[in-house]
């Protein structure tokens, strides 16, 4: 017996808001399927038919047809620590977000640092799992970038790393953002110019110690150079260090923020004032970088931006779409403040 009123449990089909939104149903298809061969006003009738009628695409079926699975990982190859303790990594996830926000795509993050980690990662990701990877704090010669490429993963880098040939990065001036740093020292008379560079198995450590390297060269001006992992921690060993080997050392150029910020702690600890005797720059101009005692002096560079672009020519290679460039390389420029 029909009741009147009752609602019937049938989910509206994909002809029906074809039907509604007076187009054909590949019109609709392609609207769902995020692709951009659709006109405007097209894309608006399906997507209020849509709304109208609650329709709820069936991803497991369209999975079948596209070999699509609308979801996109993020690997980050570094600690727990790192990931949430470090202001650079939760700008690049914010800018991935943001460029994700309306294509329907939904983001995995992984962390990957193990030879083992990286085996099982390397065979999830080529199961068809995800439609495309992001790669952000690779060493070199890490084979997972290559593997995933031959393997019919759309993969896009953040940063390249040394021995690595990737068919699509994006990265900062980090050459010049250094030279930017070093030159404003020499400029204000400092002469005893000490860098706590990054590691020189990862591109950004190589070209931010190449860009102190040449500044100095210019000024004729000697080198003084210790390493760091980017962290506060190592940033403070390796001022301690600087310390005990030149005493009159007069600025340290430290290639990120928190080694910068680790750096200020022990010369405060020694007796050094900043920037009185030593003044002090980083590279990241992130978050912390205004509330430091005194506020840090930095090479600013887009965290989000650079995420925002790492997603934008992911999603174009996993939509088949032409690169005009495959590489974007942002700019950086110093924000100077009270401690250099």
């Known amino acids: 017996m029909e009741v009147k009123g009752a609602r019937t449990s049938a989910r509206p089909t994909l002809e029906e808001v074809a039907a509604r939104a007076g187009v054909g149903r590949g019109t609709v298809s392609r609207v769902i399927n995020g692709s951009p061969k659709v006109s405007p006003q097209a894309r608006e009738s399906v997507l209020q038919a849509i709304s109208e009628l609650g329709y709820v695409p069936n991803r497991a079926a369209r999975s079948l047809v596209t070999r699509r699975t ?23 996830v914010r800018g991935i977000s943001n460029a994700l926000a309306d294509t329907g795509l939904q983001l995995l993050l992984t962390l990957s640092q193990s030879a083992t980690q990286h085996a099982q990662l390397e065979q999830y990701l080529t199961g068809q799992h995800v439609d495309g990877v992001l790669l952000i704090s690779l060493h070199r010669g890490d084979p997972l970038p290559g593997r995933l490429e031959s393997g019919g993963v759309p993969t896009v880098l953040g940063g390249r790393p040394p021995g690595i040939d990737p068919i699509s990065y994006v990265d900062v001036d980090n050459l010049g953002g250094a030279r930017q ?9 400092r002469r005893r110019i000490a860098t706590i560079a990054g590691p020189q198995d990862m591109g950004v450590g190589i070209n931010r110690l190449e860009g102190y390297r040449e500044a100095l060269s210019e000024a004729g001006l000697p080198e003084l150079i210790v390493f760091g992992d980017f962290s506060d921690a190592s940033g403070a060993a390796a001022t301690a260090d600087l310390l005990d080997r030149d005493p009159e050392l007069d600025a340290v150029f430290a290639a990120s923020d928190p080694m910068a910020l680790g750096a200020m702690r ?10 009185e005797d030593v003044a002090v720059i980083g590279f990241d101009d992130s978050i912390d970088a205004p509330f430091a005692a005194p506020p840090l002096t930095s090479v600013h560079q887009s965290v989000e931006g650079m995420g925002e672009e790492m997603a934008r020519l992911l999603i174009a290679r996993i939509r088949g779409e032409a690169l005009a460039d495959p590489v974007v390389i942002l700019d950086t420029h110093l924000v100077v403040r009270e401690s250099a």
């Open 70 to 92: 609308d979801t996109v990982a993020l690997v980050i190859s570094e600690s727990e620590q790192r990931l949430f303790g470090e202001p650079f990594f939760a700008g690049i």
């Open 181 to 189: 740093a070093v030159d404003h020292l020499i400029r204000q008379g």
């Open 266 to 275: 022990v010369l405060k600890e020694r007796g050094r004032r900043v920037p």
